[in-house]
């Protein structure tokens, strides 16, 4: 092990160059037009887990993006790790908010700045890296391993539950480690052992056939952005509470233990807001802003529009306006209950005079946690106490994953998140950066866990 990570340290230069070549390549899976990049990447990575050693390395096609499948399974008796994480990125809009281009990754200190460098193509890219290294100095593992790398995690995996379970033999594993997911501060070390589960639904609300003279017809006709602003308004309380007739049923309140290892935790809604830029939080009353993050259910609008936008004025009445919204769940939920409470709510709030038009999202994923005293989660912990010091602080992640029910549901696996991005990132936003520290700690930190897990090393 200690070979392997000396031999990281002598590559770094080699790595960062690495992650440079690989965020350059503009893998956005939601845009048709990025079709061919999203092959290039896959190609690339294919390539990549070829030169580290690994065996039947190939691409598995699905109706969508492939995956790379690469694997290594010499080590009969050792248990066997299903390493998962994503090739695809978010688009990068609004490009004027961008400091530098964000598929030319730039350096600037100690940070890379580009699009995907941190989710996630940064925290993949160093597992490849750390199995070459180990390869490379021992020639052998201590335990068995299987590369899964998806490209359509950034659009909801609608095609890997299909593809697991196709392959559920070639994928038979004993735990999953994924390299998505983030640590919560960069100062001090987390693990994740949560996250929330998700649902989507857009609507239209459909008024006249055309749009008109907001002068000539208003007053006499129902403004179709007036509708969709009276249906958002119906979806929570004037305490930031859901409304939707049976949406927190099966929902467990922490117990008074959880919520004081919470409020416990090294965190301040001060900073918080000085983080975000946000004027003030809000949400749930009677929830702190980490259990409305973490333990309870949301519901947001991720857009609304209609009618004229343009410079200067138009007295128009739409025709029409449009609303997308997401649903965080947590455990107790199930999507398609929520989105079918979700649906009937709007269907009953629509008023007169105009049309609802609903269409289910295609991003949804049940809730998940790693169970307490999980070996993987104990060794995982034990792990980032050694690389940093400090036992790292469990925490819950309030975005989804969803995958992460596949694996449980279809390969009866549990999986732990072992990523090294960090919350702060600006993940899916402009100016996405990955800390260069975290490449290296991270090629270590995976190092280490596969040893321990080979070694049977589970009880920190």
Known sequence: MEAAISLLKTRADASLAELIEFAGIPSISAQSAHAPDMARAADWLRARLERAGLQNVSLWPTAGHP????????????????????????PPEPLE?????????????????????????????LTVQAVDALLSATGTLPLNLKFLFEGEEEVGSAHLPGLVAARAGELRA???ISADGGMWSADFPSLTVSGRGLVALEFSVHGPARDLHSGRHGGALHNPLHAAAALVASL?????????????????????????GLAGL??????????????????????????????????????LWGGYSGEGSKTVLPAEAHVKLT??????????????????HLQNQTPPGVRLEL?????????????AGHPLRRAAGQVLRELYGT????????????????????????TVLFSFAVGDENIHAPDEFFRIGRLYEGQEAWTRLWWALGNGQTDG
């Open 266 to 303: 090294p965190f301040s809604d001060a900073a918080y807001l000085e983080q975000t830029g946000a004027p003030g939080v809000y949400g749930e009353a009677g929830y702190s802003t980490l259990e409305r993050q973490w333990h309870r259910p949301t519901v947001e609008v991720n857009g």
């Open 67 to 90: 995956a790379v499948y690469g694997e290594w399974l010499g080590a009969p008796g050792a248990p066997t790790a299903l390493v998962y994480g994503h090739y695809d990125v978010q």
């Open 174 to 176: 004993d735990f999953v």
């Open 391 to 414: 036992p790292p602080v469990e925490v819950g992640m309030g975005g989804s994953i969803p995958i992460l029910e596949t694996f449980g549901g279809v390969l009866g696996l549990d």
């Open 97 to 125: 908010r961008w400091s530098t281009p964000p598929f030319t990754p730039t350096l600037v200190g100690e940070r890379l700045y580009g699009r995907g460098v941190s989710d996630d193509k940064g925290p993949l890219l």
């Open 327 to 344: 649903c965080r769940l947590v455990p107790g939920q199930h999507p398609d209950t929520i989105a079918a409470r979700l649906a009937e």
């Open 236 to 260: 929570h309380d004037g305490r930031g509470r859901v409304a939707i007739p049976g949406f927190y049923d099966g929902v467990q309140e922490l117990s008074p233990d959880e919520r004081a």
């Open 359 to 371: 269409r289910p999202g295609d991003h949804a994923a049940g809730p998940y946690s790693l169970p």
